[in-house]
């Protein structure tokens, strides 16, 4: 309603049985006592329920049973208007619906509404009036006490705020709290009138359709992380604080010229609203602060909007504000929440945030005349540490994609935008076949590069250092709590010693639901694979050409040698949901028991 002819329209409609709603139901049962009382008593019995005998009370469509009702009549003659006939007010002129930045210096609020009430704030009145002069010890405290953050059992880490990770595009610099312990040189004086606190829970909040809209895009962006991190850093702030102090402030800040080992000793007084001689006492205190130290001035300050009060005028000035609830702001936040958590569902966003590995891009190359190296180019760029696993496979009659035997692939010279890999085939194994393929896929954080199209792949992983000098044939134990008949162990091994060209093949020999228990055998193979091919893609720099024969022969050398001290295994296990396969970025699709070896029944133990 614009104004109060659509209120004058709306009461007409009513009185002539227009446009009537169910406003509230005074007399129900539960349904179940429609039934037959045998029916009923079956129910009870089955569900362990107690028949309900009182009457419930009184439910209104659209609203939480936790509300307060009052009186129309006296609500309406009252002294002083309602504080709920204000809240439509603060809400917008506070900007309540939006997230908030910690800004250098500053608190700031996103451009865009991300959130709705269902129901109106809890308002908890306060009326009294705090001053305080205070020297924080750090930095990180003094941001705090200038723009009013209260921190409790938030778990809310400053340096660490979710999707802060890159800059505004619009110039908003955050507030670096990497450096927090640092000194800080700021003295604070405030006289701070608290009106009332507005609180309330997520469970009365709702995000607004165009928030999650947007938000959803971007999860399923290919850079997700990015692309909220702009999405929150442009659009809708960081954080919600869900208790909120409204009032005013006067305040005045000083810097310090002393030792900064020493700091002020902080003070703070409390005074009632409505305390006659708070004004006075308030003044005289200020009096008394003017005269401790060179450095503080108490004679003004500045209010909320920039302008001067006089210490003499803080009475006015605070009387004025109190019989002005249009006009008060925000003096404190607390009850701080990331803002993503007005949410119903935020299981994606944790798994973008979480520090653990997902399956972040796939991809495929076709294999040519005997190759034996591939240069891999990553789709985009994601961080160094990462596991890439890989293998050949080819086409059978049945149009079917299998892995091809006797062959492994070795990756090395990893970067954050591709690697190198080196095809390893045993004596009797052969790469002229036609139709061959290096299918492979990269597990890593998701604050890069991160593919929508295996997210839902559910996997474990890990690596394991192998210190064995007689390593023609070892046991090893792998450890998981997914393991289980859908599952495919994929592995790659790691060399320590760059050059080594010895490649492995792995037997599961048992697997409960716990463990998988391996052989690993160390196989020879055909050294086919120079340092002049390295030197070709470019992937390391020489010098001059003569530093290629030193290579090849280094290359030799360590072919010829028996022993290795120390492997790096790393594995995947991959739960393939009743097979379901892999999905390639270049729209083919591979079963995962092409890639590694399908855990069956034969060599379960129960």
């Known amino acids: 309603m614009k104004c109060l002819g659509d209120l004058y329209t709306w009461i007409k409609n009513l009185y002539n049985f227009k446009n009537l709603e169910i406003i509230s139901y005074e007399k129900f049962k539960p349904s179940y006592q429609s039934l037959p009382v045998d029916l009923i008593q079956q129910i009870l019995e089955c569900s362990n329920l107690q028949h309900l005998n009182k009457s419930c009370s009184t439910l209104v469509p659209h609203m939480s049973s936790q509300y307060d009702s009052k009186d129309a009549i006296e609500w309406i003659m009252s002294p002083k208007p309602p504080s709920e006939l204000y809240m439509r007010n603060w809400i917008q002129n506070n900007l309540l619906q939006h997230g908030v930045f910690l800004q250098c210096s500053k608190l700031g609020h996103g451009i865009k509404p991300a959130l709705k009430f269902l129901m109106e704030p809890k308002i908890i009145p306060m009326n009294k009036v705090t001053i305080l002069i205070s020297q924080p010890k750090t930095s990180q405290a003094a941001y705090l006490l200038e723009n009013g953050i209260i921190l409790k059992k938030d778990e809310l880490e400053l340096d660490n705020i979710p999707f802060s990770g890159y800059s505004s595009l619009l110039n908003r610099p955050l507030e670096d709290f990497s450096n927090s312990k640092k000194y800080s040189e700021k003295i604070y004086c405030q006289i701070i009138f608290h009106a009332l606190k507005i609180s309330f829970d997520p469970s009365n909040i709702k995000s607004l359709q165009q928030f999650s809209y947007e938000l959803n895009s971007a999860l399923e962006s290919y850079e997700p992380y990015k692309n909220l991190c702009t999405l929150f850093g442009n659009d809708y702030g960081h954080l919600l604080p869900r208790t909120v102090a409204l009032g005013g402030v006067l305040s005045k800040t000083f810097k310090s010229c002393d030792d900064l080992t020493k700091l002020l000793h902080e003070r703070k007084f409390e005074f009632e609203g409505n305390d006659p001689d708070a004004p006075q006492e308030i003044e005289e205190i200020l009096k008394l602060w003017n005269g401790e130290s060179q450095d503080i001035d108490t004679s003004l300050f500045l209010d909320n909007n920039g302008e001067i009060v006089h210490r003499n005028n803080i009475g006015n000035w605070w009387k004025t504000l109190a019989d002005s609830p249009n006009n008060w702001k925000v003096t404190s936040s607390e009850d701080w929440m990331p803002l993503y958590k007005i949410l119903n569902n935020t299981h994606n966003i944790h798994a973008i945030l979480d520090d653990k590995y997902h399956l972040v891009f796939n991809g495929e190359n076709s294999l040519y005349n005997n190759q034996t190296t591939v240069v891999i180019n990553f789709p ?143 196989e020879e193979r055909d050294d086919d694979l120079k340092q002049k091919v390295i030197k070709k893609i470019g992937l390391i720099d020489s010098s001059d050409e003569d530093s290629s024969d030193d290579s090849e022969s280094t290359i030799e050398s360590n072919s010829a040698q028996i022993f290795q001290e120390k492997l790096t295994l790393r594995w995947c296990i991959v739960c393939t949901n009743e097979r379901e396969p892999m999905k390639s970025e270049d729209k083919g699709n591979y079963p995962w028991n092409a890639l590694g070896i399908s855990l069956d029944d034969n060599t379960k133990k129960d």
């Open 380 to 522: 985009g760029q994601i961080e160094n540490n990462y596991y890439i696993f890989g293998n050949v496979v080819k086409e059978n009659n049945k149009g079917d994609w299998e892995r091809v035997p006797k062959i492994t692939v070795r990756f090395d010279y990893q970067n954050k935008l591709g690697c190198a890999a080196y095809i390893l085939k045993n004596s009797d194994a052969s790469l002229s076949q036609e139709n061959l393929k290096l299918i492979w896929f990269v597990l890593a954080k998701p604050n890069g590069y991160y593919s929508n199209k295996n997210r839902n792949v559910k996997f474990d992983y890990g690596e394991l250092d192998i210190y064995d000098k007689q390593f023609n044939k070892s046991n090893i134990t792998l450890n998981s709590e997914i393991i289980s008949s859908n599952c495919v162990l994929i592995t790659s091994f790691v060399s320590r010693t760059l050059k080594d060209t010895i490649s492995y093949d792995i037997m599961i020999k048992a697997w409960t639901k716990a463990t998988i228990e391996l052989e690993v055998q160390r």
